[in-house]
């Protein structure tokens, strides 16, 4: 297939939702332009889009960071669009925020200048449900886009990097976007399938389950998105005129851990072996917490079930969210065949 759909520039290309965007971008015709810290990554990324896609010659890759300015430009170049996915990740929480907040947020202020720079038509921008949370000591309830969090960087880094960065992507745009607009994908805990051994942290959470690394069951639950499905919302919100200036959350079937280690027992037999059946109690996973730093990170959320709403993404866009049941198999089944259980 020849390019005659015009040229993205995608942030983060090695990156879990980063790959399955720009799988989606060629799969529909796009050139696609993406980004690593370390062109000896290069390989590693067309490796893996290659599993899924034939870019032929419509895939380079550049190198830049999210705390300088070289490169920038050049990589945007011509671009009619600019999907910024590349951000720095919280697990486990470091001891320093802006370890996390400033690459975040001058990360998301570089990708857009250099999209208004360029021309670029959209920039759409991976934030976070961390960033459409209300405040913690808040009932349960559902969130949408209209909520924004408040946020603590001493009690979640993420929530307030994905928060603060977001925050100044829609400031720079309001002051500096001209003709160049901007969309946010809001995803909720990203699951599906793997491309590789090197993958996000939130698929920690069934890899855990499947290598039997959880002191029981904690009482925790998520909405659950698919990564393919998150890569089609972005891709949505890149072209339809209605996404401008627009959040989106990209949201799917609430869970509990017990009900996704239900089904993997269920599911896959003998490859679920080690998958814990037992109830941890809120004060084990607590205790467990003061020496793993990955569990410290979500004992907030112990029995709560706050939940978010897709449903602006589905009227607007047309976007609808693969089962639940789909993309923790198809997520599962990818690590066990990736070696990474």
Known sequence: MTDNRGTVLVTGGSGYIGSWCVIGLLQQGYAVRTTVRDLRREGEVRSMVGRMVDPGNRLSVHALTLTSDDGWDAAAEGA???????????????????????PARDGAKRAIRAAIKAGAKRVVMTSSVAATSPDPKSPDGVSDETVWTVPDPRADPYAASKTIAERAAWELIATEGGATTLATVNPALVLGP???ADFSDSVQVVQRLLSGKVPGLPRLGFNIVDVRDVADLHIRAMTDPAAAGQRFIAAGDFAWMADIAALLKARLGAEAAKVPTAKAPDFLIRLAALFDTDLRSVTPGLSRRRTFSSAKAQSVLGWKPRSMEETVLDCARSLIAAGAV
């Open 194 to 196: 793997v491309l590789g």
């Open 80 to 102: 009619e669009y600019v999907l910024h996915i590349a951000s720095p990740l919280g697990v486990p929480p470091p001891k320093d925020p802006n370890d996390l907040i400033i």
